[in-house]
C-alpha cells in the first residue's frame, strides 16, 4: 500500500482533504492509520470566514461556502503541529493566501519540523487577479508557485481548479515551476436557490460544490493531466469507497484525497483504505502503484480529440 | 461521541407531522446529556447524503434507549420517517455540549417553539431529578404539535400551551406569560430553543432582570462534530464578535452571547 | 406561462433539450404542449456517432458520448421538418459543424419555412481549433456566431459548453456577435472507468455529463452570464422539476431545456409546465417572466469577487 | 408503448440470483409480445436515475399480468429487488420489435443463456399457441439459474439444461448439440439471446445451413425508446454496416445482421 508522493513517504494513498478533517477526527479513529494528515488552509493572520449559512446539501453533493475561517498560521504553529506529531503519519499543512508575498511568508513560517509537506491552496479567488483564482490560469500559477518553491525547501503540493479550461496546461505549469505535485482538484463553483423564498442557500451566493456528484469531472481531469505531466496527480473529488479512489488511481493518481464522505461516514477513510486493501488481494495486486494510470484504452490518439458526444 | 448502529424499536406518528422514534443503542445511552445531539445517517443512499442532527428527546438509561422526537421537512427526515421496527440507524454521537445546571438553582423557566420542544423534554426530566422545579412555555402552529406536553409534565414540569390557532402564541403575550412566572416563581434560569423571535425576546428580559439563560441553537451542518466549521454563528462574546460552531461550542450557548436572530 | 426568445414566441418557457428528444416523443404526448421543439444536433452529411457503449450511468446523472449519429441535413429538411408542423409549437433546429464554413452551410440550407430558430451547437469539440470546441473561447464564439449571423435572418440561440472558465464572456462574445438567446448549456466533459475491467464506461473514453448532479454548477452559470448579457438565457442542466425549472429561472433564464430527465420520465415535461403553472398560482405570479433574475441577493457587489470558500 | 403504474403482485426469489416479479397491469397486456421489454424506473430516488431494460417473461392476458425474471446485479436491480406485493411499479412500455414467427415454419430451436432465459420464455408460449414445435437448449452458471426450464416445458418446449458446473456448457459442446437438434427435427430458424459466444457460434451456422435465425440484444440504455441513439450497435445490413438503435430498431435482430460481438 506504500506510495511516496513528491519525496513524503505514506504507509498508503489516502488523506483527508483540506477541510473536511482536523484534531477532532482523533476522537473517531487513530490516526496513524491514515497515509497523511492534512490540515484546514490556513492564512497568515486570523479570519473569520464567510457569513452562514456556510453549507447547502445538492443532489449528491454539497455546497459549502466557509470561506477559510482560520485562527492564523501561529496558532497552527503552536497547537496543530505539536498536536499531530503524536501521530505517525506524515503532516501536510494546506496554506492559503490572497497574495504572492503572503503565501511566501506562510510557507517560511510554516516551514517547520512536524510538517512534511505544503499544500497550497491556489484555487481560491485571490486579490491579485481580480478575485481569480492562480490556478484559473498556467501563467498566474507558474508565477506564484514558482516564488513559493524559492521561499522553502519542503515538498510543495498545488492544489487545483477545476473551474477551469486548461487543468492540463495548469498542471504543466506547477511542474514546471517546481511544485512536487497536483492536487486534482478543489471544488467547482456553483449555487442553488431557495425557490420559496428566492434567497441562495449559502449565505455567499455561490460556493464549492463537492461530493459524489462532482466525480465524473473530476476523474476526467486526472486523466488528461497524468498524460502531461511528470509529478504525482493526488486525486480528489467525490470519493466514497474503496472502488472510487481504484478508479482515481486507474486514471493517473498516485494517492486520494476524501472530503465530504468524512461527513457521510466519520469512518469512511478507515473503510476506504480497508476496501483497497481487499481490492488489490482480489485483483493480485503486489502493489496499488502499478494501478496508476493502468486504464485500458485503445485508439489512444484518436481519442484525445474525440468528441463530448 | 461514537459511531454506531441502533436498533429501532419504534417509529410511529404523533401528530400529522412528527414522529416518534425509540432506538436500542445501549452503548451509548450512559454518554448522553440533555441538549446533545445524535448525526444521523438517513439513508443508505446518496440522496440525501449528509446526516441530519436530531436532539434527543428522551434517555432511558435502564433500557438502554434513546428517543428523537422528529418533524418531516424534507428529504432526510422522509427518510427516517420509512424507517421500521428493527431495522438499523447510524448513529453518530451524542455530539456538542448539553445544557448546564448549577446546584443553586431551584426553579427554571423553559420557553420552547416547534420542534424546539423535543430538546427541552430531557432538560425537564434532568432539573427534576435534580430537585429542581420547572415551568414550560411551549407553543406551536396547532395543538397536534404540542407533543411533548404530557411526558414534560410526567417528568415533572408544569406545563403551559400556546398555539397559532388559539392566537395566543404571538411573541408579546408570551414575554408577558415569562414575565409572570419570573414573577411568582422566582426564576433562576431561563432556557429556550426553537423560535428566533422568542430567543430574541428572551434574551432582551435575561439581559434585563439579570437571570442567566441558555438556548440551543440550529444550524445546518456538515460533520456535526468540529471539523468543517460550516455550522458557525456570530455570538457576542465579551464585547467581541466570535464565529463559534453550533456542533461542537454549542448547541447550547448562553443566552448573553446570542446575536440579533 | 408565455415567454418570446429571440423573437420566437412559445406558450410555456419548457423545451426539451437536443439529443434527447425526436419525433417518437409524439408517441407519448402532444408536443403541441412543449414551448418549442428541438432537435438532436444535425450535421450537413450523415455521420455514424461514436461506438458503444455510448452511455453510463454516474450518481445523479450520466454520461454520454453519442457523437451526433446524424442523417443529415437533407433528411431532416424532408422529413423532420415537415413531420413537426403538424404541432403547435415552434421548431427550434439544433445544428452541428466541424468548421465555420459547414456552420454556414448549415445555416442555409435549414433557413426554411417550419424553423423557428437555428440552436448552433459551438459546444463540441471542432476542427478549426485542435479539437477544442468554439465556445470555450470568447474570440472564437464570436467568430463563428459572427459568420453564421450574416447567412441566416433566423433567430440564432448560441449553445455554450460548461467546460470554460470564461462562460460569461463566451455569452458577452455571442451577445456581441449578434446570437439572439444564449443556451446555458452543454454536458460537462467527463469519464467514469470501470474497476474491474479498467476499461473506460463509455467506448469514446470521455463524454458528457448531465443530469441532475450538474445542476449547482450550471444554474451558478446562468446568474453569472445574466448579470452580463441583454440577451435571453435558455438554463439547461439537470432540470427534473418544476422547481428546478423556477430555480434556473430565478437565477436568470428566461426559458429551460430538458434533458435526461425526459430518460427518467417520458412525459417529465408535461408534468414540470404543470408544476410551474401551480407554483405561479401558489406565489400569485402573473407572469412567470417575472421571476427572471429575481434572486435575492444583498451586498450584489462583494459578492461577485467572494470566495468559493 | 404507455407510461404505466403497474402494482406488483408478487416478487419472490427462484434462485439465489433471480426473482421473479409479477405485475397487474391490465390496460397493456394486449400490447405485449414476446421479445419486447420495459423500461422500469426501479426507485424514485435519483440513485439509480436511468430506467432499467427488461424483457417480458410471461405474458397473462386473461388475468392482465406482465411478468419479470431479473438478475440481481447492481444498484437497479437491488431496488427492483426491494419491491414488495402491492407496491407501485413505474413501467414505460413494451417497447420495440418482439420476435416474428413466419406461418410456414414447424419447428424452432432456441439457445439461450443467463439472463437470456427470461426473454425466450414468451417466446416458446407464443410458438405452441400458432402450432410450432420448440426445442430449447438452456445454459447457465449454475442449475440454479436454470430458472424458466420448468416453465418453457410447460409452455410446450423441449428442453436440455447446460450449466458451468455440470461442465457441459462449452461453446463446442452446444454447437454439436444445435447441430444434432437441426439434424433430427428439421428446424425452421434458430432463436437465441444471452451469450455472445452463443450468438457467434449460432450466426455460424445460420449463413452456413441457411437456416434463418433471430437474436434479441442487450446495450445500456438511455430513453428505450429510439430518441437518443444512446444504444445503437453496429449491423451489416445489406453489406452496408449501420448503426441501429437496439431499442427501436431491435431488441430483436436478424441473426445474419449481427456483427461479430
Ligand atoms: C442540534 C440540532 C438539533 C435538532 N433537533 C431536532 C429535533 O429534535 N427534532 C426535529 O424535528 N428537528 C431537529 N433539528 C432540525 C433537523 O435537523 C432538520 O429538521 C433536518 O435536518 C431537516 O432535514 P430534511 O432533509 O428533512 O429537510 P431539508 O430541509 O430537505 O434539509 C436540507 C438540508 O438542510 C439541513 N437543515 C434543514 N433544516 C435544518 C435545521 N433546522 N437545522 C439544521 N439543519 C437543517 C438538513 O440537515 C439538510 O442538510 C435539529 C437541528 C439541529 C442543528
Ligand atoms: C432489451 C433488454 C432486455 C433485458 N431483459 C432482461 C431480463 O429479462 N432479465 C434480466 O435479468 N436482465 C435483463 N436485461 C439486462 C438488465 O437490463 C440489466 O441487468 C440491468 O439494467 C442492470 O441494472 P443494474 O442497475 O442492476 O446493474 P448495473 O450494472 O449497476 O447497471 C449500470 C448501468 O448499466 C446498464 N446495464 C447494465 N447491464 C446491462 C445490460 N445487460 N443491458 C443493458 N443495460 C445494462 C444499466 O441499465 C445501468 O444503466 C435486459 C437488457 C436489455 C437491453
Ligand atoms: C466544508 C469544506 C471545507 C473545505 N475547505 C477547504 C480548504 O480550506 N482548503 C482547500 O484547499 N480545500 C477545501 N475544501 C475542498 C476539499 O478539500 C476538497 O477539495 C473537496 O471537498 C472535493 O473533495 P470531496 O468531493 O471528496 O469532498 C473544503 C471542502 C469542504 C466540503
Ligand atoms: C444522449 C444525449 C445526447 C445529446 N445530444 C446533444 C446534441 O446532439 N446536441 C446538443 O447540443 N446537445 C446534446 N446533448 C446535451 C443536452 O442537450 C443537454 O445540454 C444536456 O443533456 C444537459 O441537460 P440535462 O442535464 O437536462 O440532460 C445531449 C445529451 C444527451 C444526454
Ligand atoms: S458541522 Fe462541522 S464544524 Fe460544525
Ligand atoms: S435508448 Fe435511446 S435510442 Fe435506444
Chains 1, 3 share one sequence.
Not at chain 2, 390557532?165 to 411573541?171: A, T
Amino acid at each position: 500500500m506504500k506510495v511516496s508522493i513528491g519525496g513524503v513517504s505514506m504507509k498508503n494513498p489516502v488523506m483527508p482533504a483540506s477541510g473536511t478533517f482536523a484534531e477532532e477526527t482523533a476522537q473517531i479513529f487513530d490516526l496513524s492509520v491514515l497515509g497523511a494528515l492534512v490540515t484546514k488552509s490556513v492564512t497568515k493572520y486570523p479570519r473569520m470566514g464567510n457569513r452562514g449559512p456556510r453549507i447547502a446539501e445538492t443532489i449528491a453533493g454539497m455546497i459549502n461556502a466557509v470561506g477559510i475561517q482560520s485562527k492564523g498560521s501561529q496558532v497552527i504553529r503552536e497547537t496543530s503541529i505539536p498536536f499531530y506529531q503524536q501521530f505517525n503519519s506524515p503532516l501536510i499543512v494546506s496554506i492559503s493566501a490572497d497574495t504572492a508575498d503572503e503565501f511566501v511568508d506562510l510557507a517560511q513560517e510554516l516551514s517547520v519540523p512536524g510538517v512534511a509537506a505544503l499544500e497550497i491552496n491556489i484555487s481560491c479567488p485571490n486579490l491579485e487577479d481580480d478575485g481569480r483564482s492562480y490556478a484559473m490560469d498556467p501563467t498566474q500559477t507558474y508565477r506564484v508557485v514558482d516564488y513559493i518553491r524559492k521561499s522553502t525547501q519542503l515538498p510543495l503540493y498545488a492544489k487545483l481548479t477545476p473551474n477551469t479550461n486548461a487543468i492540463t496546461e495548469v498542471a504543466v505549469a506547477a511542474e514546471a515551476a517546481g511544485a512536487d505535485a497536483v492536487v486534482v482538484a478543489n471544488t467547482m463553483l456553483s449555487m442553488v436557490i431557495d425557490v420559496e423564498t428566492r434567497k441562495p442557500k449559502v449565505g455567499n451566493i455561490m460556493g464549492g460544490l463537492s461530493g459524489p456528484c462532482t466525480k465524473p469531472v473530476i476523474l476526467r481531469m486526472v486523466y488528461q493531466v497524468y498524460k502531461k505531466v511528470g509529478i504525482p496527480i493526488i486525486g480528489c473529488g467525490g470519493i466514497c469507497s474503496a472502488e472510487d479512489a481504484i478508479e482515481y488511481m486507474i486514471a493517473g493518481a498516485s494517492a486520494v484525497q476524501v472530503g465530504t464522505y468524512n461527513f457521510v461516514n466519520p469512518i469512511g477513510m478507515v473503510d476506504i483504505i480497508q476496501g483497497m486493501k481487499e481490492y488489490a488481494v482480489r485483483h493480485r495486486i503486489s502493489s496499488l502503484s502499478d494501478l496508476v494510470g493502468s486504464v485500458c484504452v485503445d485508439e489512444q490518439t484518436r481519442i484525445d480529440k474525440a468528441a463530448a458526444y | 461521541m461514537k459511531l454506531l448502529q441502533g436498533t429501532v424499536l419504534s417509529n410511529t406518528w404523533v401528530s400529522p407531522r412528527y414522529k416518534h422514534m425509540s432506538i436500542h443503542a445501549p452503548e451509548i445511552v450512559e454518554e448522553c446529556k440533555a441538549g446533545q445531539f445524535f448525526h444521523l445517517k438517513c439513508s443508505d443512499s446518496f440522496s440525501p447524503l449528509l446526516r441530519r442532527p436530531m436532539s434527543i428527546y428522551k434517555i432511558v438509561k435502564k433500557e438502554g434507549e434513546i428517543h428523537f422526537l422528529y418533524l418531516i421537512k424534507g428529504e432526510g427526515t422522509k427518510c427516517l420517517a420509512n424507517m421500521h421496527q428493527g431495522d438499523q440507524l447510524n448513529m453518530f454521537g451524542p455530539l456538542g455540549n448539553g445544557f448546564t445546571l448549577q446546584t443553586e438553582w431551584h426553579s427554571l423557566l423553559i420557553v420552547a417553539r416547534g420542534v424546539g420542544l423535543a430538546t427541552m423534554a430531557p432538560l425537564i426530566d434532568m432539573a427534576t431529578k435534580q430537585g429542581i422545579a420547572t415551568y414550560a412555555i411551549l407553543s406551536a402552529r396547532t395543538k397536534g404539535d404540542i407533543l411533548s406536553a404530557d411526558y414534560m409534565k410526567e417528568c415533572g414540569a408544569e406545563v403551559v400551551s400556546l398555539t397559532d390557532e388559539d392566537r395566543d402564541s404571538d411573541v408579546e403575550h408570551v414575554r408577558k406569560m415569562v414575565e409572570n412566572v419570573i414573577d411568582s416563581k422566582s426564576i433562576d434560569a431561563l432556557f429556550t430553543c426553537g423560535s428566533k423571535r422568542l430567543t430574541n425576546m428572551l434574551k432582551g428580559i435575561s439581559l434585563q432582570r439579570k437571570i442567566p439563560g441558555q438556548v440551543a441553537m440550529e444550524e445546518n451542518m456538515g460533520c456535526g462534530s468540529g471539523m468543517c466549521f460550516c455550522c458557525v454563528k456570530p455570538f457576542n462574546r465579551g464585547g467581541e464578535i466570535v464565529n463559534l460552531r453550533v456542533c461542537s461550542e454549542g448547541p447550547v450557548f448562553q443566552l448573553e452571547e446570542v446575536m440579533e436572530l
